[in-house]
């Protein structure tokens, strides 16, 4: 989710391959903005959250701007499946 809306943002902004872009899970990049190692950090909540609480980051862009739907999944391991196929379903 956070992928899509940094580039549909980045798009819209007209700064598309501008930027350098490196993948990091929202505990590096929380830690790489309170470091100054990065400048910004695309995430998803409650992590924006979690560095303005902190007075390490300030959200600029907020992912309903964007205007795309968010996708979101939820995993479960095979054997989960297997043994359990109506949690499952019922959560689908």
Do not use: C
């Not at 350098?20 to 929202?26: E, L, R």
């Amino acid at each position: 989710a956070a992928w899509g809306m940094t580039l549909k943002a980045l798009r819209d902004a007209g700064l598309d391959g501008q930027i350098a872009i490196v993948d990091q899970s929202p505990p590096v990049g929380v830690a790489n903005i309170a470091g100054n190692r990065i400048d910004a950090h695309a995430d998803f909540g409650p992590w924006s959250e979690v560095m303005e609480f902190r007075g390490t980051g300030r959200k600029i862009f907020d992912g309903s701007e964007a205007g795309v739907p968010t996708f979101h999944g939820i995993v479960v391991r095979k054997a989960f499946a297997d043994r359990y196929p109506e949690v499952v379903e019922a959560v689908l």
